[in-house]
């Protein structure tokens, strides 16, 4: 029964309920940082890591908390732990630090670790809470890392900083700017509307 939860929550976490794609939230930092596939990972690294923990702490004291400051705790959760995340980049990544610039501090405010720990953390327990934070943030960092891969190999011609396409390649430009962003989040959310509708009636008929 456990497996079969956990199984639950991956599959809605990362697929059928994607924060992105299905729920359309914390959609600002999938536009801001996925021109380089390595500063998308460690955003969707870091969101996943706050994400997960944050619902685990929120959900552990859930029933200590009163509700009239409820939504200022778990802000204040979800900001330490964006800081120990912020932290650690400029203590061992310092350049990728400089890279996502504000964007780490900007965590806190997005709309999937507070939704998660909203619709879920706060009415379940902590370890399904912690999965739920894992599956949402594994479906984020997904969908960032399917932007990247287009605008980082269209626009710079590489993958991961190693260079893929030689000097007969003309690089798009209009991949390095934010417009391909929308672009390629809307050509996302409607692969995967068309998918998950293909899946269900295929479901239904068996």
């Given at each position: ?15 059928l ?5 299905r ?31 944050s619902?685990?702490t ?5 029933n200590?908390?009163?509700?009239h ?8 959760i979800?900001a ?11 203590a ?16 806190i ?15 379940n ?10 599956a ?9 890392l399917f ?40 050509i996302a ?18």
């Amino acid at each position: 029964m456990a497996k079969q939860k956990t199984r639950e929550i991956f599959s809605m976490g990362v697929w059928l309920d994607n924060p992105i794609l299905r729920q359309l939230i914390g959609i600002c930092s999938a536009l801001a940082v996925t021109n380089l596939l390595v500063n998308s990972l460690v955003m969707g690294i870091g969101t996943t890591f706050v994400t997960a923990f944050s619902s685990l702490t929120i959900s552990a004291i859930r029933n200590y908390t009163p509700g009239h400051i409820r939504m200022m705790v778990q802000v204040l959760i979800i900001a330490a732990y964006v800081i120990m995340v912020d932290i650690f980049l400029k203590a061992y990544m310092p350049e990728m630090s400089k890279a996502l610039g504000p964007y780490i501090g900007l965590i806190i405010t997005n709309c999937i670790i507070m939704g998660r720990a909203e619709a879920y953390a706060q009415k379940n327990k902590p370890m399904p809470s912690f999965y739920d934070g894992i599956a949402n943030g594994i479906g984020y960092t997904g969908v960032l890392l399917f932007i990247a891969f287009f605008r980082e190999l269209l626009g710079f011609g590489s993958l991961f900083g190693i260079q893929i396409f030689g000097d007969w390649w003309t690089p798009w430009t209009i991949m390095i700017m934010p417009p391909s962003a929308f672009f390629l989040l809307g050509i996302a959310i409607w692969l995967a509307h068309n998918l998950r509708e293909k899946y269900q009636s295929e479901g239904a008929k068996s």
